[in-house]
Every structure is written in C-alpha cells, then in structure tokens.
Nanobody, 122 residues
C-alpha cells in the first residue's frame, strides 16, 4: 500500500490550496482515509477524514477545509480555503481500518504518505 500526497506550497493568508492523496494497493473506500498535519514543534494533529462515505473535520478547520474523494481515481482531496498562518504545517494523508471513536488518533492508521509542506504567509 502506498499513499502519495501532493499539492502543498506557499500561499498568502486568505488563499487556497488543494492537496491530493493518491492511493495504490488499497481502495479508498476501504476503511478510513484521513489528513493529519504537523507544525514545527507541535504534535501531529487530526485535520479531516472520510469513512464509509461520511466526512469529518476538526473544529479548527471546519467551514474552511473540505475532504472529498474520487473513487475511480482512488484519490482523496483536501480543499483548503481561507488559509491562515496557523495552518502552516506538513500535511500527511493516512489510511487504515479505524473505528469512528479513534478517527483522530494517528497511531490507529497503518499507512502513511510522505507529507507535503503547506506554508501560509501573513
């Protein structure tokens, strides 16, 4: 199983980016696919997940970020709007058979992508 994250970059505050997570060796409709992020000096933080067709977003990004999936392309996206400097981090996609109550727990995910840097300037 491989996950390939891409789409990061440098953007001004208020701007938008769309991250992509292309998955091979495992269907994105199997289990859960999620996005996490890690800012410098901070712990890995849950951002969003899609499980059984339902989506979940962290309170800190609700209304600004949207997770979605394209099943034929086996790709999960994270559309990020109204970006803030506090969103600066390395963003990772992850997949696994995760129960609902532990969607935000990184150790529950068996597969991880390599990360893509998002930098938001003020």
């Amino acid at each position: 199983v491989q996950l390939q994250a891409s789409g990061g970059g440098l953007v001004q505050a208020g701007g938008s980016l769309r991250l992509s997570c292309v998955t091979s060796g495992r269907s994105i409709t199997s289990g859960t696919v999620a996005w996490f992020r890690r800012a410098t000096g901070k712990e890995r933080e849950f951002v969003a997940a899609v499980k059984n067709g339902r989506t979940y977003h962290a309170d800190s990004v609700k209304g600004r970020f949207t997770i979605s999936r394209d099943t034929p392309k086996n790709t999960v996206y994270l559309q990020m709007n109204s970006l803030e400097p506090e969103d600066t981090a390395v963003y990772y996609c992850a997949a696994g058979n995760v129960i609902h109550s532990t969607l935000g727990v990184p150790t529950q995910y068996a597969y991880w992508g390599q990360g893509t840097q998002v930098t938001v300037s003020s």
